[in-house]
């Protein structure tokens, strides 16, 4: 499911499980990787879904904010992208799988 910034602060969030892919959608250089990230959500979601693990993407976006679907990424501590962080009920930083 494609995230918005909103959805960061949504109760429904900040109380479960969910674990969140970051993308940057203008870096040509990322596609191959990103698109692989992305084609594998679905089924990563559907073997979370009866254990309630939200699965999502989220586009970072900083300054662009006509666009809803743009997060600000360094506001979540995403310092590298792609990213795949987990984060657990009421935690508001997540944990980076593929960073330290």
Excluded at 30 to 51: C, G, I, N, W
Excluded at 82 to 90: H, S, W
């Amino acid at each position: 499911e494609e995230m918005t910034k909103e959805d960061f602060d949504d109760p429904l969030f900040l109380n479960n499980t969910s674990i969140v892919a970051f993308i940057d959608r203008n870096n040509d250089d990322l596609k191959e990787v990103q698109d692989a990230l992305t084609t594998t959500l679905p089924a990563l979601a559907a073997r979370f879904k009866d254990a309630d693990v939200y699965v999502g993407v989220a586009a970072c976006g900083a300054g662009e904010e006509e666009d809803e679907y743009n997060v600000d990424c360094s506001k979540l501590n995403v310092s590298w992208l792609p990213d795949v962080k987990i984060f657990a009920p009421g935690k508001a930083d997540g944990l980076s799988l593929v960073r330290d």
